[in-house]
């Protein structure tokens, strides 16, 4: 007899799912049926009856029905069977539904077989509909985590052995390479968010999902001219693109370098000045946020797919090392082989952007047709770039603001984000200039990259050996722009400040070095490092100054082992080839090789101040008159002077007597100076040295 029941199948269906999924999925639960109930404990025998009835209250049938509690397995299939038969009889007519015309041009896309794209047919109506999934699940004896479908599930409703399922989603399998399905462990899978992507697009039209996938990448706001600094590589990178987009041939093309120089930015101009679309591959997932490493690879995939036969397009692969390098902790990692070809399959031009270029390896590298370094802008182009910036937010900054503003050593990104700060607040370059410095410090800059005033140096107060006014400037009139000059002396005598004010003369950047930023713990990293600093010196056309260069250029007679001799080699090799100024500072110039002697075009040596010099600092730091006392004092240096005015400042001292016991104490600290003998001082002695201090 035909009862009213109210069905949890019914009220379980989506409203939104289409007429068509539904009634397939009627289909589907009917076939399911008989598959279920081979094997099926007594427990599970009240939900299989409840399913079929659920199933024909949504086909418009209602049967009523006793418990099941004590029937023979004869009993209940006899049961099932006539429900089985009489579900059949009520099924609408079978049509092919949109979600099955979308799984099937993507298989088309990708070169997946049939049995792959019914694979991927079940996985995805289990992740999109839960009816679906919960009728799944009753295929392993009751529920599992939503959404996912054992092995053994998609081989009972495929006809087909469950090995032959499991080759079908083994490493390397079409499902996998196109980053569709994913394993989700123990024999369970589930269809991939870029498969769901697709499966839910509105439209079925060929076109329109292959827009929908490769999408188009925001239009830069800069422009070719922008990248003149490039040189003959950008152009190169240009001809290369639009040749072969017109060869209709794949090209893959390297952008490295440190984060915020441009890669993106240039890649996009790039496809734009090519007349091509950009193609940003796998840079979001369908719900706007960052896709997983398999997803961006199946994206790449498609991508590829799409567009083998296009003259139109350049695909644009960004933070490339997460497809290049598989984390340690994934259990089935890919071969050299597949990382290789993952490069050489390209079927159209594709930028591949990376930031540490080393973390390819050579086998990648050596499969790029063109490489281009993006590295920190010198500080001419940065003044350009301060200007376009500047003029593009309609800001009326000074020549010497922007100078300011251009002499922080930080990416043009950083630069952008600067301007616009500034923009958007009270428009001052102060707070344009305050911004870019607090990254720059965020970013571990030295404290003369945060602002842009000139160096104040005076070489006639400084204690050297050679004539520094004469020599600064014949250096500013000379053409030749690879000289070498090695700086040795006490601390504090105006070595390094020489270097900058030198540079300043000059109007070129300063990169400066401490051999603490190159010496490294791993055998031949510090040799990688000192090869970096004279590129990077070189591609800025800056001058690059090494301080303590004694640590990194030991006598190599001296040396104990292997390492150290080779990083003194490697010095001594790349200062006969820099090409830019380069300067050393030590205070241990007799440590340094012997070789070094002849690699550097000028040697000075610092010493002490003479008395007149003495003199003049004391005058131009506290404008007091030099006690007579001062010309006593045989050991001081520049560095003294501007210590104690900073010691003068913070005590409020302004006694020349006062300053005066301050520099006798600097210079008594002093190694060279003669030591007080062990003991009690006089209690005047006492008293002066507490005052110094």
């Given at each position: 007899m035909l009862i009213r029941r109210r069905s949890r199948f019914s009220q379980n269906l989506p409203g939104t799912m289409p007429k068509g999924e539904r009634a397939l999925l009627a289909h589907l639960s009917v076939e399911a049926l008989p598959q279920i109930t081979r094997k099926l404990p007594e427990h599970m025998r009240e939900s299989v009856l409840d399913l079929a009835d659920q199933i024909g209250s949504e086909l418009g049938m209602r049967w009523s029905r006793a418990g099941t509690r004590g029937w023979t397995d004869e009993e209940f299939q006899n049961a099932i069977g006539e429900?089985?038969?009489q579900l059949r009889a009520a099924l609408p007519r079978r049509r092919s539904t949109g979600l099955d015309a979308r799984l099937q041009w993507l298989g088309r896309t990708v070169d997946l077989d049939q049995l792959d794209v019914d694979i991927l047919r079940h996985l995805v109506r289990a992740r999109m509909f839960e009816p679906y999934s919960q009728l799944l699940q009753l295929f392993v004896n009751g529920p599992r985590v939503s959404n996912e479908v054992h092995i053994d599930v998609l081989a009972a409703l495929l006809g087909k052995s469950a090995m032959t399922v499991h080759k079908r989603m083994e490493p390397g399998s079409a499902l996998l390479s196109a980053g569709l399905v994913t394993d989700c462990r123990g024999g369970d899978w589930t269809a991939s968010a870029l498969a769901l992507r697709i499966a839910q697009?509105?439209?079925?039209?060929?076109?329109?999902l292959a827009k929908g996938l490769l999408g188009s990448a925001p239009a830069s706001t800069l422009n070719w001219d922008n990248f003149t600094h490039l040189g003959d590589l950008g152009e190169l990178a240009r001809k290369l693109v639009h040749e072969s987009s017109r060869r209709r041939s794949g090209l893959n093309i390297l952008l490295y370098g440190l984060p915020g120089t441009g890669k993106s930015e240039f890649a996009r101009v790039?496809?734009?000045a090519c007349g091509l679309y950009a193609v940003m591959v796998g840079a979001t997932d369908e719900f706007g946020t960052e896709p997983e490493r398999s997803e961006r690879l199946g994206h790449l995939?498609?991508?590829?797919?799409?567009v083998r036969r296009s003259s139109e397009h350049l695909l644009i692969v960004d933070e490339a090392e997460d497809l290049m390098i598989q984390p340690s902790f994934l259990a089935s990692k890919h071969s050299k082989l597949y990382l290789n070809n993952l490069v050489e399959r390209s079927t159209s031009p594709t930028i591949w952007i990376v930031n540490d270029h080393n973390l390819l390896g050579s086998a990648v590298l050596r499969r790029m047709t063109l490489a281009i370094e993006f590295r920190m802008p010198n500080r001419a182009l940065r003044r350009k770039l301060v200007g376009e910036m500047v003029e593009q937010q309609r800001l009326s900054f000074e020549p010497a603001e922007r100078d300011n503003l251009a002499a922080v050593q930080v990416a043009p990104a950083v630069l952008r984000n600067a301007v616009q700060a500034a923009a958007w607040t009270d428009r001052h370059a102060s707070t344009a200039l305050a911004a870019a410095s607090s990254i720059a410090r965020a970013l571990g800059a030295e404290p003369n990259t945060l602002c842009g005033p000139a160096v104040r140096f005076d070489p006639s107060l400084c204690g050297a050996d050679v004539d520094l006014e004469f020599l600064v400037s014949r250096l500013a009139t000379a053409r030749i722009p690879n000289w070498s000059l090695l700086a040795s002396g006490?601390?504090?005598t105006g070595k390094s400040a020489l270097a900058r004010y030198i540079a300043g003369r000059l109007s070129m950047e300063v990169i400066e070095k401490r051999a603490s930023d190159l010496l490294n713990m791993y055998v031949g990293n510090t040799e990688k490092?000192?090869?970096?600093?004279?590129?990077?010196?070189a591609d800025a056309q800056a001058m690059l100054i090494i301080d303590e260069a004694d640590s990194l250029l030991r006598d190599r007679q001296q040396a104990s082992r292997g390492w150290e001799v080779s990083m003194t080699n490697e010095m001594l090799t790349w200062m006969e080839r820099a090409t830019t100024p380069f300067v050393a500072t030590t205070n241990l110039r007799e440590s340094l090789d012997p070789a070094t002697s002849r690699r550097f075009v000028f040697k000075i040596a610092f010493r002490w101040l003479d008395a007149p010099q003495a003199r003049a600092l004391f005058s131009h730091y506290f404008g007091e008159r030099p006690p007579a006392c001062l010309d006593r004092l045989d050991n001081l240096t520049p560095g003294d002077f501007?210590?104690?005015?900073r010691k003068a400042r913070l005590l409020g001292e302004e006694s020349a007597a006062v300053l005066t016991r301050m520099l006798e104490a600097e210079s008594a600290a002093k190694p060279s100076a003669a030591r007080a003998p062990m003991g009690f001082l006089p209690q005047a002695q006492a008293r002066s040295a507490a005052n110094a201090a």
């Open positions: 429900r089985i038969g697009m509105p439209t079925n039209q060929p076109a329109k790039l496809a734009q995939a498609i991508c590829r797919s799409l006490p601390p504090g490092a000192i090869a970096a600093a004279f590129r990077e010196a501007a210590l104690v005015a």
